[in-house]
């Protein structure tokens, strides 16, 4: 399947907007960890109910959606999801203590994709998924599934994490990074410009100071031919053609 990516924004502390992402590209080095977007523009009632990651995600979705985001089908895909939510609940469960309702309900792993709905008035078909180390790789995959039943209806990739609580941090293998990643996903005719993604055998990891979602917004960025995604169990090969 040849595929189009248009209208592409994403967010990371001190990394917001076309000139700063181009530039990044340019030098990429390693992102931090604190901060949050602004995303004044939704209703504050909705801006209550949104934790660090949702507002990352819900801020990169609304800027590649633009006028069709009420529309589009869409894929939400975290590695962590919110547990810097869920762990303090368990550790309240644990203590036989009380839960919050409010960050009960929002300690799943579609709480972006079911506020999003709310939010944009959108209830198009949703998936929200987590993948490991393939992540961003499964997210265009997920994509492509909803492209392969409607060929000619973009669909909405949205891929964000943020570092998990310290308890968890002896395990994380990845680089400590907020960040976001959103853009449509479009199938195009074969012949036509576009992208393609191919699986290979494992390779082995390759270890930066960014994730690999960054990575591909690098490659992109500067127009480049070829990128590999090591993962656990494949490779995912993405070449621009």
Do not use: Y
Not at 116 to 131: D, K, M, Q, T, V
Not at 203 to 214: E, F, N, Q, Y
């Amino acid at each position: 399947m040849r595929l189009a990516i248009s209208r592409l924004a994403a967010w990371a502390p001190g990394v917001d907007g076309d000139a700063a992402w181009n530039a990044w590209a340019e030098a990429p080095h390693e992102l931090g960890a604190e901060g949050a977007p602004d995303i004044s523009a939704l209703p504050a009632l909705l801006r209550r109910r949104c934790n660090r990651l949702t507002r990352m995600m819900l801020h990169t979705a609304f800027a590649a959606a633009g006028t069709r985001v009420g529309t589009l089908r869409n894929v939400f895909a975290s590695r962590h999801g919110v547990l810097n939510d869920t762990l303090p609940l368990i550790e309240l469960a644990a203590r036989c203590e009380r839960l919050s309702p409010m960050r009960f309900s929002h300690s799943v792993h579609n709480t972006q994709a079911g506020l999003f709905s709310l939010a944009a008035e959108n209830r198009a078909a949703s998936s929200s998924l987590g993948a490991s180390e393939s992540l961003f790789a499964s997210a265009v995959l997920e994509g492509m599934t909803l492209l392969a039943r409607r060929p000619k209806e973009a669909v909405l990739v949205v891929v964000g994490d943020e570092p998990p609580p310290a308890l968890l941090a002896p395990w994380v293998d990845e680089p400590q990074t907020a960040f976001a990643v959103a853009f449509e996903l479009e199938r195009v005719p074969g012949d036509a410009p576009g992208l393609d993604l191919q699986l290979r055998p494992a390779t082995g990891r390759v270890r930066r100071a960014w994730p690999d979602t960054l990575e591909f917004v690098r490659f992109w960025l500067r127009g480049e031919s070829e990128l590999v995604l090591a993962g656990d169990r494949h490779d995912a090969v993405f070449q621009r053609h």
